[in-house]
């Protein structure tokens, strides 16, 4: 069973955590102190970190600093920081000293399982990424970066691929603007949420039937965008077809 370290002082905040995480199936251990953070990964095995940075001792980015600076496994065990600190700087200050991800509070819930999920697949390294998405008339050709609808092919720049691909990695879920970000245009950029928008705009006008009335790509109010697929719609292995 995938075993998370969650380090919060917010009671409230890390019950919430708590409870999310093991309804999900995970099996959790909880600190409020930094301190106790370092301690409790030097004597067990966890697969992840969900580390806040305001702690009552040394701050979130001195315990991934810690972290990172072993020989031993939690030199690159997975690290989700948490931080209401939204500016760009501290962002960039958690990634530079090791953080797999970064979330700005407040976070949906939501959001946060689908950004445990992401990391926990990188860091395993082996899981399988979709091969084909289809939906409609549309079919999706990610290793040969070839979309069809009704059987014609339709141009769509790679940007649009990473972005679909983000949603067959969990289809008909919710996904933020910031997981779309941070997915489909990477850690090392730095574009806004609107920039997402805008795309999403345009990648409607080329699979939607109805654009301004759209089937498959909807927007959820407040929470971000969902492609309106079911798992089984999801190829995962060889893409076959054209």
């Given at each position: 069973m995938t075993r998370i370290l969650v380090v919060e002082d917010d009671p409230s905040i890390r019950l919430g955590l708590e409870d999310t995480l093991r309804a999900k199936g995970y099996e959790v251990d909880v600190v409020s102190r930094g301190g106790d953070a370092v301690e409790r990964v030097g004597a067990g095995k966890y697969d992840l970190v969900i580390l806040d940075v305001m702690l009552p001792d040394i701050d979130g980015f001195e315990v991934c600093r810690r972290l990172r600076a072993t020989r031993g496994a939690s030199?690159?065990?997975?690290v989700i920081i948490l931080s209401a600190r939204g500016a760009e700087i501290d962002r960039v200050r958690g990634l530079e000293i090791g953080a797999d991800d970064y979330v700005t509070k407040p976070f949906s819930l939501m959001e946060l399982l689908a950004r445990v999920a992401s990391v926990l697949r990188r860091a395993h390294g082996g899981a399988v990424e979709p091969e084909t998405l289809r939906f409609g008339d549309m079919v999706i050709d990610f290793p040969r970066q070839i979309a069809t609808k009704?059987?014609?092919r339709?141009?769509?720049p790679a940007r649009a691929f990473a972005i679909l691909k983000v949603f067959a990695r969990r289809p008909g879920e919710v996904v933020s603007r910031q997981l779309l970000l941070d997915e489909a245009w990477g850690y090392d950029a730095y574009p806004n949420t609107r920039t997402v928008d805008n795309h999403l705009v345009k990648l409607r006008r080329a699979?939607?039937?109805?654009?301004d009335r759209p089937r498959w790509l909807l927007t959820v109010h407040g929470a971000g965008y969902k492609l309106d697929v079911a798992a089984a719609a999801v190829t995962l292995g060889p893409a076959r077809g054209g």
């Open positions: 030199a690159t065990l997975p009704r059987g014609e339709v141009e769509l699979i939607e039937d109805e654009p």
